[in-house]
T-cell receptor, first 110, second 114 residues
Framework: DSGVTQTPKHLITATGQRVTLRCSPR?????VYWYQQSLDQGLQFLIQ???????AKGNILERFSAQQFPDLHSELNLSSLELGDSALYFC?????????FGPGTRLTVL | AQSVSQHNHHVILSEAASLELGCNYS??????LFWYVQYPGQHLQLLLK??????LVKGIKGFEAEFIKSKFSFNLRKPSVQWSDTAEYFC????????????FGKGTKLSVKP
């Protein structure tokens, strides 16, 4: 157990819908990273937040957005979902350069 | 384009065989290097990391990796694999100047036959 929690574990939805994925970092970790893991693209960095502020953006689509709240939990919002958004979404929190990953949310878009 | 390359997509070994998984990166400057393992249905776990110092890094579960700066490589090794090592292995780089996000290779699936 890495100490990073993610909910829900599985999410099945339809194209065009919007979903919210939630992540709670390890106690005391200020940084949260979101990654997408898909069969064709592998593991890709989406976005990073540090203490409530966006710090870095990777290959994140405009339909996707994220935020980090004062209690440091983060939410990843995915809208206008497409079949190709089906993937495993991980969040990670870090200390001293080492990232600890959550169990992931498996999103299936039908 | 800057990237992380893992040479093998799928490696199949018998128990007690030696393992070496290749990883090359294309970033210049100082990089931090990582190997993560993902057991079936589980999250990514850190095997080992290199930030500086001794280029031969020892990790958990008997794994080690060698950083060779001149070759831009960070290969993962284990002298004798076990069936329980069956998993997917990811090499990752924290690039210079980044905010800490990792760039991952495509992963190598390791299957160990009992």
């Amino acid at each position: 157990d890495s100490g990073v929690t993610q909910t829900p574990k599985h999410l099945i939805t339809a194209t065009g819908q919007r979903v919210t994925l939630r992540c709670s970092p390890r106690s005391g970790d200020l940084s949260v990273y979101w990654y997408q893991q898909s069969l064709d693209q592998g593991l890709q960095f989406l976005i990073q937040y540090y203490n409530g502020e966006e710090r870095a953006k990777g290959n994140i689509l405009e339909r996707f957005s994220a935020q980090q709240f004062p209690d440091l939990h983060s939410e990843l919002n995915l809208s206008s979902l497409e079949l190709g958004d089906s993937a495993l979404y991980f969040c990670a929190s870090s200390v001293n350069g080492e990232q600890f990953f959550g169990p992931g949310t498996r999103l299936t878009v039908l | 384009a800057q990237s992380v390359s893992q040479h093998n997509h799928h490696v199949i070994l018998s128990e007690a065989a030696s393992l070496e998984l290749g990883c090359n990166y294309s970033y210049g400057g100082t990089v931090n290097l990582f190997w993560y393992v993902q057991y079936p249905g589980q999250h990514l776990q850190l095997l080992l990391k290199y930030f500086s110092g001794d280029p031969l890094v020892k990790g958990i579960k008997g794994f080690e990796a060698e950083f060779i700066k001149s070759k831009f490589s960070f290969n993962l090794r284990k002298p004798s694999v076990q069936w329980s090592d069956t998993a997917e292995y990811f090499c990752a780089v924290k690039a210079p100047g980044s905010q800490g996000n990792l760039i991952f290779g495509k992963g190598t699936k390791l299957s160990v036959k009992p």
